[in-house]
């Protein structure tokens, strides 16, 4: 995409972000909890009104969670102040495709648990991205990882591209599931622990779009 394209995407959501969204945590990050151990220092890249990285805050997880849009940020950061979960989770302004926001972002989680491991997180953000911001966000969160380190994934497939949107009006790319498993695989040195495609799983309104969930291992 376009230097324009980005910078409408960030009007987009800033403009999103001002109008009222639910603060309830997501069906994936309940699954995602059930997944990993106690005290957790999890990152939520792509974070939003930091919906999920205060749920996990809330079950005891240290969080770090980066979002593209400064709307979104404050409205997570003001939440997580009136909830008592600031010394939690700190939220930060950064761009997935921008390699210095990844690492930073890293280098403070990492301090936080005494450089030891983390756990990665990305709901409904790959779709937002082109192939090459997808691309560039991949390829340094790997060279961040650290072996044995997980990421959990959930994204709109290819197959959701005609459905029903309740939020029609802006920019989704959508993901050929199997092409990018093999990316992970071959290209960016993980192992797939866990792959589902299907709908009922990111239900809302009266949409119910075909997601993807994949679990993924750094070598």
Known sequence: MTNRSREQRKTYWREFYKQRHSLVPTQFCALVASEIASHSTIVDWG??????????????????????????????????????????????????SCRPDVENVVQIARKKNNNGFLVHYSRFVLHSLDESEEDWFLEALSDCMKPNERVFFEFRTKEDADRYKHYPDHFRRYLDTDKFQLKLIDNLGFSVEYAVTGSGMAKYKQEDPLVSRVFARKI
């Open 47 to 96: 974070s939003g009104n930091g919906r999920d990285s205060l749920f996990f805050a809330a079950q005891g997880h240290m969080m770090l969670a980066m979002d593209l849009s400064t709307e979104a940020v404050k409205i997570g950061a003001h939440e997580a102040r009136l909830r008592g979960l600031h010394e939690k989770v700190i939220f930060l302004q950064g761009d997935l």
